[in-house]
T-cell receptor, first 112, second 112 residues
């Protein structure tokens, strides 16, 4: 069983479109994250949710909106996609007070 | 502001050699220092971690050396193998924190 899963694995879309990426974890953890990894491999945290509550919201355009329907799921919706949004997006999970984060396999987003 | 500084950006080592990656931090509240390993097309995964009550931690061929007074820590990979070729990230956090502060990554290539 995959601990942290993401769908889709690849997403190719046109500029201006709206798209969503989904993340699910079966570890029973209460905190989930979205990271963006650019072409230089920099890992940048975007959002963090704890028990469905937003606790970290880094400087990210408001075209990005996370949603956590329950503590096992964290989705990322992106409006009006831009070329600069092309990157690999990783979901991660952990429990509060437990430092190790478990990452999903990533979603490679390509905006044309 | 980069909380954890990592060097080098890339590293090429011959098979059987020692790979050394260095990281430095400023925040003295950090008390958890993990290293993550990322293979192409995969998410980062925890490799080894240390807390500042010890100066060294070894797991197989991987060793973390920690210098609290210098606020530096490093990853040593002994007898480097082509299968170790990956991107390595150092990180830092404190107990109970919601997030990890990642370094900028080091792309390691081990030549057969």
């Amino acid at each position: 069983d995959t601990a942290v899963s993401q769908t889709p694995k690849y997403l190719v879309t046109q500029m201006g479109n709206d798209k969503s990426i989904k993340c699910e974890q079966n570890l029973g953890h209460d905190t989930m994250y979205w990271y963006k990894q650019d072409s230089k491999k920099f890992l940048k945290i975007m959002f963090s949710y704890n028990n469905k509550e937003l606790i970290i919201n880094e400087t990210v355009p408001n075209r990005f909106s996370p949603k956590s329907p329950d503590k096992a799921h964290l989705n990322l919706h992106i409006n009006s996609l831009e070329l600069g949004d092309s990157a690999v997006y990783f979901c991660a999970a952990t429990s509060r007070g437990f430092n190790e984060q478990f990452f999903g396999p990533g979603t490679r987003l390509t905006v044309l | 502001q980069q909380q954890v500084k990592q060097s080098p950006q890339s590293l090429i080592v011959q098979k059987g050699g020692i790979s050394i990656i260095n990281c430095a931090y400023e925040n003295t509240a950090f008390d958890y220092f993990p290293w993550y390993q990322q293979f192409p097309g995969k998410g980062p995964a925890l490799l080894i971690a240390i807390r500042p009550d010890v100066s060294e931690k070894k797991e197989g061929r991987f060793t973390i050396s920690f210098n609290k007074s210098a606020k530096q820590f490093s990853l040593h990979i002994m007898d480097s193998q082509p299968g170790d070729s990956a991107t390595y990230f150092c990180a830092a956090s404190w107990t109970g924190a919601n997030n990890l502060f990642f370094g900028t990554g080091t792309r390691l290539t081990v030549i057969p």
